[in-house]
């Protein structure tokens, strides 16, 4: 705690981060206070931690992370840990800004789904999910079948087999496997039909 108040921004960045991971929710207050730090990387470690403690306080701090390509993926992370709608709403703008890495917007578009699947983000986010099966890069298709895995529907099995038969699913395979059998068991067998 002691640390908070240190003149080298990384040492604040570094003690905040570590009080969000001890998960004492006796650091919320101090934590608040430093959202107003005048380094944005440490404001964003702040609200990451904020956020680990269930607080919403630096929502604006993980929205502005969206945009950079080294915390993109802490923010969409952060936004899904708190989980209400309007970390669904913040991911929303996510899958459209073009300065969200294509890693962190298909992440988001997964917590979109888990958070709100009836949000009006509902569609973007399935067009997202599926639209990175056909990426070229490999690890940007692997999460795409990891979250369509954890919240995929009917409307992802067509998808996940084409990708499973294509070239491009060779070395996903058993991820494909685990994800279609996964739903499968979700949906149950009237929900396929």
Same mark, same amino acid.
């Given at each position: 705690?002691?640390?908070?108040?240190?003149?080298?921004?990384? $040492?604040?960045?570094?003690?905040?981060?570590?009080?969000?991971? !001890?998960?004492?929710?006796?650091?919320?207050?101090?934590?608040?206070?430093?959202?107003?730090?005048?380094?944005?990387?440490? =404001?964003?470690?702040?609200?990451?931690?904020? #956020?680990?403690?269930?607080?919403?306080?630096? =929502?604006?701090?993980?929205? #502005?992370?969206?945009?950079?390509?080294?915390?993109?993926?802490?923010?969409?992370?952060?936004?899904?840990?708190?989980?209400?709608?309007?970390?669904?709403?913040?991911?929303?703008?996510?899958?459209?800004?073009?300065?969200?890495?294509?890693? #962190?917007?298909?992440?988001?578009?997964?917590?979109?789904?888990?958070?709100?699947?009836?949000?009006?983000?509902?569609?973007?986010?399935?067009?997202?999910?599926?639209?990175?099966?056909?990426?070229?890069? !490999?690890?940007?298709?692997? !999460?795409? $079948?990891?979250?369509?895995?954890?919240?995929?529907?009917?409307?992802?099995?067509?998808?996940?087999?084409?990708?499973?038969?294509?070239?491009?699913?060779?070395?996903?395979?058993?991820? !494909?496997? #685990?994800?279609? =059998?996964?739903?499968?068991?979700?949906?149950?067998?009237?929900?396929?039909?």
């Amino acid at each position: 705690m002691a640390a908070l108040d240190d003149a080298d921004p990384q $040492v604040v960045a570094a003690a905040a981060l570590s009080l969000g991971a !001890i998960g004492d929710a006796r650091a919320i207050a101090p934590l608040a206070g430093r959202l107003e730090h005048r380094e944005a990387p440490t =404001r964003f470690d702040v609200a990451y931690a904020l #956020a680990e403690l269930g607080d919403p306080t630096g =929502r604006d701090a993980l929205a #502005a992370g969206l945009g950079d390509a080294e915390r993109a993926w802490d923010a969409v992370t952060a936004l899904a840990r708190l989980g209400t709608a309007d970390d669904a709403e913040v991911l929303g703008r996510a899958l459209l800004s073009k300065h969200t890495p294509p890693e #962190a917007t298909v992440l988001a578009a997964g917590a979109i789904l888990k958070i709100a699947p009836a949000s009006a983000h509902r569609d973007a986010a399935r067009r997202v999910l599926l639209a990175a099966l056909a990426a070229r890069k !490999i690890h940007v298709r692997g !999460i795409a $079948v990891e979250q369509l895995g954890e919240i995929g529907g009917a409307w992802a099995i067509a998808p996940l087999e084409k990708l499973g038969r294509s070239g491009k699913g060779a070395e996903l395979a058993e991820s !494909i496997v #685990a994800a279609l =059998r996964t739903i499968a068991e979700r949906i149950g067998p009237e929900g396929r039909a």
